[in-house]
Antibody, heavy 118, light 110 residues
Framework: QVQLQESGPGLVKPSETLSLTCTVSGGSISNNYWNWIRQPPGKGLEWIGYMYYSGSTNYNPSLKSRVTISVDTSKNQFSLKLNSVTAADTAVYYC????????????WGKGTTVTVSS | QTVVTQEPSFSVSPGGTVTLTCGLSSGSVSTTYYPSWYQQTPGQAPRTLIYNTNTRSSGVPDRFSGSILGNKAALTITGAQADDESDYYCVLYMGRGFWVFGGGTKLTVL
């Protein structure tokens, strides 16, 4: 059974870069799409972007200028970088899988909280 | 800017039936948006309930069902139970690898 685990710093300073990693266990990172989704405190979910294991990506237009998602197939991991962060980027960040040929998220990580503050 | 609309809140009595909807700020939701539904309780990650409009995810009780009602996607809970009290999010696939989440519906069972 595939499991996802987010990891990374819980505190990032304003204007710096938020970096998170999602480790895929119990299955291969190949042949699936891998998403990042976030949830600010007390608010709803927001899709950030996804990457196909081969490296192709697509991002939410509202974040596109600041987001990079990359994959390391040798480690079965994919990563999120969000630059020039502000307090508005404070959120719980989730990674999630979209199965190949699917149009939904079927496996979710538990989420990791990132706070942007000096 | 595409906005996916959901009722902010809803309440249902235990044992009752409730239908939550998912619409578009402009236009109609159809199966071509592959609507999916997720349940989230406080402090927990979302759980996938329904995908491709009406396919239940593995392990989801059959009291949860999805459909298209009029110009919206719908999630119906039949025989609501106390532990169905959660936030429910719909997601629409906009094509070309782009998803939009609705704002979520907070369901109260009382």
């Amino acid at each position: 059974q595939v499991q996802l685990q987010e990891s990374g710093p819980g505190l990032v300073k304003p204007s710096e870069t938020l970096s998170l990693t999602c480790t895929v266990s119990g299955g291969s990172i190949s042949n699936n799409y891998w998403n990042w989704i976030r949830q600010p405190p007390g608010k709803g979910l927001e899709w950030i972007g996804y990457m196909y294991y081969s490296g192709s990506t697509n991002y939410n237009p509202s974040l596109k200028s600041r987001v990079t998602i990359s994959v390391d197939t040798s480690k079965n991991q994919f990563s999120l970088k969000l630059n020039s962060v502000t307090a508005a980027d404070t959120a719980v960040y989730y990674c999630a899988r979209t199965p190949y040929g699917g149009s939904y998220m079927d496996v979710w990580g538990k989420g990791t909280t990132v706070t942007v503050s000096s | 800017q595409t906005v996916v609309t959901q009722e902010p809140s809803f309440s249902v009595s235990p044992g009752g039936t409730v239908t939550l909807t998912c619409g578009l700020s402009s236009g109609s939701v159809s199966t071509t948006y592959y609507p999916s539904w997720y349940q989230q309780t406080p402090g927990q990650a979302p759980r996938t309930l329904i995908y491709n409009t009406n396919t239940r995810s593995s392990g989801v009780p059959d009291r949860f069902s999805g459909s298209i009602l009029g110009n919206k996607a719908a999630l119906t809970i039949t025989g609501a139970q106390a532990d169905d009290e959660s936030d429910y999010y719909c997601v629409l696939y906009m094509g070309r690898g782009f998803w939009v989440f609705g704002g979520g519906t907070k369901l109260t069972v009382l």
